[in-house]
C-alpha cells in the first residue's frame, strides 16, 4: 500500500489537505493520532524491543493512544489484535499495518498520514517507508499565528506562532528540496488550495499516480469527517464547505504591532516561500532591535494554555512514550 506523508505547521491547513485527500475514491487520510512522532522517536526506550517485556510495553503505549478520546478511526484496535499486526521488533511493520487497516476498513489503496514536526523522525521515514511521497504544505504566518493565537489548545500567542512556523520551515525546506529533486514531495500553499483546489491538488495527485475527482471538494459531507469537526475546537471548520476567503483576515485581526513582530521573526523563510511582509524592511529591523523583544515576553504571557479534555487525553498518552524508563544511558557523542 502507497504511503504519503504531509510537512506541515499546527494550523497551516493540514487536517483541511488531509480531509480533501480521504474524499478521493483510493484514498485514506485517517483522521490524526499523533502516532509516529511520539513512537519513532522513543523507541529507543523500550529496547530491545524483541524481547517480550519491551514489546509488551511498547503494544500497550500504541494501544493507549490508538484509543484516546482524540479522534475517530473506522477501525477499532483491540489489545490483542495489535498485538498480531506484527512479530515482537517489528515496529515500522506495527505503523505500517495500523494504518494499513484502517484503509482497508474504508476500501482505499493509499495513506495519506499528517504528522506534526516529520523533520524531527525524517530517518525512520526514510528508512522504513522508502517509497513515500511527501507533500509540503505552508500558509501564510500571519495567518496561522491567528489561528494559533485564537485556539485554546495552543501555549502563548502569535510571536510563540511565529517561532514554531520558523523552526518548521527551516527544518521542512531543507527536507523538502532534497526530496523534491528526487520527485518525491511537491510544494503546496494554502492559500491556493482553498482559492483554486482543483489546480493545486492535480500536482500533487499526479506525484501520487491520481487523478483529481470532483468529489474530493464535498470533503465535508463525510460522516466520519463530520464526527472528527465535533471533537475538536481546531476542526470545527472541517465540516463546512471550502471557505474560498479565509486569507488575509489577519490584516483585520491582529495590531500592527502583532503583524510586525511576526512578520520580524519570520521575514526571511517568507520571502523564500512567496510571501511579502506588509512592512519595510527598516521598518522590521528598528523593531526588532527596540521593541520585538519585550513584545514577544508579553505577548506569551498574555493567553491563557487551557486546552480541551479531548486535547489532554492525547497529550497524557503520548506521555507514556517520553516516561517510559530507558533501557540504558543515551550513547555520548
Known amino acids: 500500500m502507497q504511503f504519503s506523508f ?7 491547513g493540514s487536517n483541511l489537505i488531509t480531509r480533501m485527500l480521504d474524499a478521493h475514491s483510493q484514498v485514506c487520510g485517517p483522521a490524526t493520532k499523533h502516532l509516529i512522532n511520539p513512537v519513532a522517536r522513543n523507541a529507543f526506550r523500550y529496547e530491545p524491543l524483541e524481547q517480550p517485556e519491551g514489546w509488551r510495553a511498547m503494544l500497550d503505549d500504541i494501544h493507549a493512544l490508538l484509543n484516546a478520546d482524540f479522534s475517530h478511526w473506522r477501525h477499532a484496535f483491540s489489545r490483542e489484535s495489535l498485538a498480531g499486526l506484527a ?7 506495527l505503523i505500517r499495518r495500523v494504518f494499513e487497516a484502517e484503509a482497508q476498513a474504508h476500501g482505499k489503496q493509499q495513506v495519506f498520514v499528517k504528522e506534526n514536526q516529520v523533520y524531527e523522525f525524517v530517518a525512520f521515514l526514510l528508512i522504513h517507508f522508502p517509497r513515500a511521497h511527501y507533500v509540503y504544505q505552508v500558509r501564510d504566518p500571519r495567518d496561522m499565528a491567528l489561528s494559533w493565537k485564537n485556539n485554546p489548545g495552543h501555549p502563548g500567542g502569535v510571536c510563540r506562532a511565529a517561532r514554531q512556523w520558523q523552526a518548521d520551515q527551516q527544518h521542512s525546506l531543507k527536507l523538502y528540496n532534497d526530496l523534491r529533486r528526487l520527485g518525491r514531495a511537491r510544494l503546496l500553499h494554502y492559500e491556493a488550495l482553498i482559492s483554486a483546489p482543483e489546480e493545486a491538488l492535480r500536482p500533487v495527485l499526479a506525484m501520487m499516480g491520481l487523478a483529481w475527482e470532483p468529489r474530493m471538494l464535498a470533503f465535508h459531507e463525510s460522516e466520519l469527517t463530520r464526527a472528527n469537526a465535533g471533537q475538536q475546537h481546531a476542526w470545527a471548520n472541517l465540516d463546512k464547505a471550502l471557505m474560498a476567503d479565509n486569507r488575509h483576515k489577519y490584516r483585520e485581526a491582529l495590531t500592527a504591532d502583532e503583524i510586525r513582530a511576526v512578520e520580524c521573526i519570520c521575514r526571511h523563510e517568507m520571502r523564500s516561500l512567496g510571501y511579502a511582509c506588509d512592512f519595510a524592511p527598516e521598518v522590521l529591523d528598528h523593531f526588532a532591535a527596540e ?10 504571557q498574555a493567553k491563557r494554555h487551557e486546552p480541551p479534555g ?3 487525553a492525547n497529550v497524557e498518552a503520548k506521555k507514556r512514550f517520553y516516561q517510559h524508563p530507558a533501557s540504558g544511558p543515551l550513547p555520548t557523542a
Do not use: I
Open 6 to 12: 504531509l510537512m506541515c505547521s499546527e494550523r497551516s
Open 87 to 93: 512479530e515482537p521488533g517489528d515496529l515500522p511493520g
Open 291 to 300: 521593541a520585538l523583544s519585550a513584545f514577544e515576553q508579553a505577548d506569551n
Open 310 to 312: 479531548s486535547v489532554r
